[in-house]
């Protein structure tokens, strides 16, 4: 079964920095690429970055860019957000997504909240 967990999330001050981690399970995690999406109540979903399978490529939200770096660790199945700089627009659940074959799969998701 797949499984993606993420974690890290919490309150934090305009400024402020957090890590997120997704841990991920029941596939071979090293195969493929992975996003990071967030959602803010009330909005749509929005694509924050993505990372290929391998770890050589990331891509990022012009929203993000400069604040937030993507990697992976496929050693432990794990793939980290570092956010940086966060702004109270960053508020929202964040989750990890991994599409296999037509399926997409996410996990529970994280709380960010960005507070002054």
């Known amino acids: 079964e797949v499984q993606l967990v993420e974690s890290g999330g919490g309150l934090v001050q305009p400024g402020g920095s957090l890590r997120l981690s997704c841990a991920g399970s029941?596939?071979?995690?090293?195969?493929?690429?992975i996003n990071w999406v967030r959602q803010a109540p009330g909005k749509g979903p929005e694509w924050v970055s993505g990372?290929?399978?391998?770890?050589?490529?990331?891509t990022y939200a012009d929203s993000v860019k400069g604040r937030f770096t993507i990697s992976r660790d496929n050693t432990k199945n794990t793939l980290y957000l570092q956010m940086n700089s966060l702004k109270p627009e960053d508020t929202a659940a964040y989750y990890c997504?991994?599409?296999?074959?037509?399926?997409?799969?996410r996990g529970q998701g994280t709380q960010v909240t960005v507070f002054s």
């Open positions: 029941g596939f071979t995690f090293s195969n493929y690429a």
């Open positions: 990372m290929s399978s391998g770890g050589a490529f990331a």
């Open positions: 997504k991994v599409l296999i074959g037509s399926r997409d799969y």
